[in-house]
């Protein structure tokens, strides 16, 4: 089956840095993935759409500036946050989606939680 | 624009006990319906779906679900929950978009809590 990975699957930065975090499907082509964000005991929340050789979409009240996103490659999706505070500690997530025929579903990565110190 | 309502944001269960899981959604379009389940520290797994067909959807670990457009649920079930079924579960919903399911809107979640 389609499988997607992220990494690091956690990192621990200072505030003020920069924190780049990495979404591969390993087995698929994906025109387009998508980030998620994910609080504590919440739900989770779109931040963008990555489209590969174009810019991302990003969903109301993102700061496209802030949540930087490349699509360089049909197997790869980075999200960058920059200059990063500890409100930006939160559970990010990414998905792929599959559309081999038959498949036709989103598959998620394990996630990578920031902690920003 | 749609959006999905999860009714209850816990739910404990004895073990072997049956389980329904709620989730009601809105949506003007026509629409593709999923349920996830997300252990702690992980990612999400797909249980099961609903694109067309047949309304009573089986997913994997026992689980199914029945799409209902009347009442514009897709509520998830259970006739026997195990310990190890113990996690967070999200209802989702997309539109039908052109080459199938586009970007999904999720629900606020269920803790499914399975006790001995």
């Known amino acids: 089956g389609a499988v997607v990975s992220q990494h690091p699957s956690w990192v621990i930065c200072k505030s003020g840095t920069s924190v780049k975090i990495e979404c591969r499907s390993l087995?698929?082509?994906?025109?387009?993935m998508f980030w998620y964000r994910q609080f504590p005991k919440q739900s989770l929340m779109l931040m963008a759409t990555?489209?590969?050789?174009?810019?991302?979409?990003?969903e109301q009240g993102v700061e496209k500036d802030k949540f930087l996103i490349n699509h360089a490659s049909l197997t790869l999706s980075t999200l960058t946050v920059t200059s990063a505070h500890p409100e930006d500690s939160s559970f990010y997530i990414c998905?792929?989606?599959?559309?081999?025929?038959?498949?036709?579903?989103?598959?998620f990565g394990a996630g990578s939680r920031l902690t920003v110190l | 624009a749609q959006s999905v309502t999860q009714l209850d944001s816990q739910v404990p269960v004895f073990e072997e006990a049956p389980v329904e899981l709620r989730c009601n959604y809105s949506?003007?379009?026509?629409?593709?319906l999923f349920w996830y389940v997300q252990y702690p520290n992980q990612g999400l797994q797909l249980l099961l779906k609903y694109l067309s067909g047949s309304t009573l959807v089986k997913g994997i670990n026992g689980f199914e679900a029945e799409f209902n457009k009347s009442q514009t649920s897709f509520h998830l079930r259970k006739p026997s929950v195990h310990i190890s079924d113990t996690a967070e579960y999200f209802c989702?919903?997309?539109?039908?978009?052109?080459?199938?399911?586009?970007?999904?809107?999720f629900g606020q979640g269920t803790r499914l809590t399975i006790n001995p």
């Open positions: 949506s003007s379009v026509s629409v593709y």
């Open positions: 087995d698929f082509q994906a025109t387009t």
């Open positions: 989702a919903v997309s539109d039908k978009g052109i080459q199938g399911a586009q970007k999904l809107v």
């Open positions: 990555s489209n590969e050789g174009s810019k991302a979409t990003y």
């Open positions: 998905s792929a989606r599959d559309i081999r025929p038959g498949a036709n579903v989103l598959t």
